[in-house]
């Protein structure tokens, strides 16, 4: 994004986990986890990772007891999770905020919470929020539609391929941190 582009913006929406938190989960054992899970109902998890995992889960039939068990660690992880330095620009923007994430919803406002950000976000919308998953265009939207502002005048701000994918699919803009 550039300077230009910076003054469009009227709305920034954040991705959580990555972004301005880091959730204090044990990724490898939520997938050992679903893969018991999974092979438990027939399915070979074996070359599949933590969201194809869960995607397979609701394939086979077992998709909310996977859904929470992910849901469950993210809770965890967002209790004990440790803030990133892109939350104070969050508490310093003078327009409307949002954040849209991959992690179950209670998981993003336990964090928020946590780390004293949810009074400064006007829009939350998490895994549950709405039937779709990022890189699905529906959650960032429905972010933006919370916020009232028009996609193209929106700021996504993410860590991932994923997140640049989501804003591409949505119309807004799109600005990486490391």
């Excluded at 992690?103 to 039937?131: F, K, M, Q, Y």
């Excluded at 998953?133 to 994923?162: I, M, N, T, Y």
């Amino acid at each position: 994004m550039t300077r230009d582009d910076a003054s469009e913006v009227e709305a920034v929406v954040y991705d959580l986990d990555g972004t301005l938190v880091r959730l204090a989960v044990d990724w490898e054992d939520v997938e050992r986890r679903l893969t018991e899970l999974l092979e438990r109902e027939g399915v070979n998890a074996d070359p599949l990772s933590a969201w194809s995992l869960l995607d397979a889960a609701e394939d086979a039939g077992v998709g909310d007891e996977a859904d929470e068990l992910v849901a469950a660690a993210e809770r965890e992880g967002a209790r004990a999770s440790e803030r990133l330095p892109l939350a104070d620009e969050l508490l310093a923007r003078e327009i409307p905020v949002g954040v849209c994430s991959l992690n179950h919803e209670r998981a993003v406002r336990i964090a928020l919470d946590a780390h004293e950000l949810a009074e400064s976000v006007e829009s939350v919308v998490g895994r549950g929020t709405v039937p779709e998953r990022k890189p699905h265009p529906r959650a960032l939207l429905a972010a933006v539609e919370q916020l009232g502002v028009e996609p193209e005048r929106v700021l996504f701000v993410g860590d991932s391929a994923s997140d640049e994918e989501t804003a591409e699919r949505a119309g807004t803009k799109f600005e990486r941190v490391e």
